[in-house]
């Protein structure tokens, strides 16, 4: 197990290697520039069980690991990954409460985490180096719970932001007018932003329950607002799921496979959704009875555009340095 269990270690996920003793041993960094990750909802209680989980809950713990692997790999050639665990609600009884409780749930301990262990990140193992912020789902709610409470008071700390890929949550004009320090992304190369969106096929059967009124998104293809369809050839490549493990399909010699012309893109500003029509909605691993409405394609926000956000990550690390 890659992850650290304790906020207090706080370690990179993907530079880390066991002792014999159950501790963790550092690799030295191997990038100019960082990564912060924190995973989606993966804390399931048991029944009678609390409604947030322990920051080492083995559950959470096991699919935060396959969430890694599908979501923040794409960012492994770009830079160093650090990866802590936090406190989490269960995602089934989050959902079912009014949105106001949902913030204040939120609000408290994996936000409160969440927080804490960037804070640890930056005094013991960024040294100073530039950074990515990455999140999806719940952890990109505490990412922009993050970027609002700690960098408005951080500059020096903001000024070293590259971007901020802040995935499957809406991003609204209403927080920004808050927090009038942040930006949002408006083109492939720009720095210091926030980046977010949300995918759905053309046809929802019901309501998205993660996104939020007002959503603004960015298309993950060309990286701008336009709402034009770009077609799934100019997508840098999309991912498979091994249907056993969760895990990105790979190649005969270990390395991510990458598939072309899987998905388009159009951002629908209306909905503040990005539609992908190239793909079947109706059909497993895009739907799931008893998940996500059908063409709700939450969990493929990353593997579908796989490719073409490491792309980007990559070109907004060369911009930052560039000065641009």
Request: hydrophobic fraction near 45%; aromatic fraction near 10%; proline fraction near 8%.
């Amino acid at each position: 197990m890659r992850f650290v269990s304790k906020l207090a270690h706080l370690a990179k996920i993907a530079d880390i290697l066991p002792t014999r003793r159950g501790g963790t041993a550092a690799r030295p960094c191997t990038q100019q520039h960082d990564v912060f990750y924190l995973y989606p909802s993966e804390y399931e209680r048991a029944p009678g069980g609390p409604l947030i989980g322990r920051v080492d809950d083995p559950g959470m713990m096991q699919r935060a690991a396959v969430a890694f692997q599908r979501q923040a790999t794409a960012f492994r050639t770009v830079a160093n990954i650090y990866a802590p665990y936090y406190r989490q609600a269960d995602a089934a009884a989050r959902a079912a409460m009014p949105q106001k409780e949902q913030v204040k749930v939120v609000a408290g301990a994996p936000t409160i985490d969440g927080i804490a262990a960037f804070k640890c990140f930056i005094k013991h193992f960024n040294d100073g180096r530039p950074f990515i912020l990455v999140g999806h789902s719940l952890g990109s709610n505490v990412m922009a719970n993050l970027l609002a409470e700690y960098m408005g008071a951080h500059p020096r700390v903001y000024r070293r932001m590259v971007a901020a890929y802040v995935v499957g949550y809406s991003i609204t004009p209403s927080y920004l007018a808050k927090h009038p320090f942040l930006k949002f992304a408006k083109g492939p190369g720009d720095t210091g932003v926030i980046a977010s969106w949300n995918i759905e096929a053309p046809t929802v059967d019901g309501t998205n329950p993660v996104i939020l009124p007002e959503g603004i998104a960015i298309n993950p293809i060309t990286w701008t607002r336009k709402q034009t369809t770009v077609p799934a050839a100019k997508n840098a490549g999309s991912i498979e799921l091994d249907p056993a493990t969760g895990n990105p399909v790979l190649t005969a010699n270990g390395k991510i496979k990458r598939f072309l012309n899987v998905a388009d893109a159009r951002v629908d500003a209306a909905k503040g959704v990005v539609i992908c029509s190239t793909i079947d909605p109706a059909v497993s691993p895009y739907f799931t009875p008893g998940g996500f409405p059908m063409g709700v394609l939450h969990g493929f926000d990353y593997p579908l555009y796989f490719f073409s956000v490491r792309a980007n990550a990559a070109n907004r690390v060369a911009h930052y340095f560039a000065g641009d």
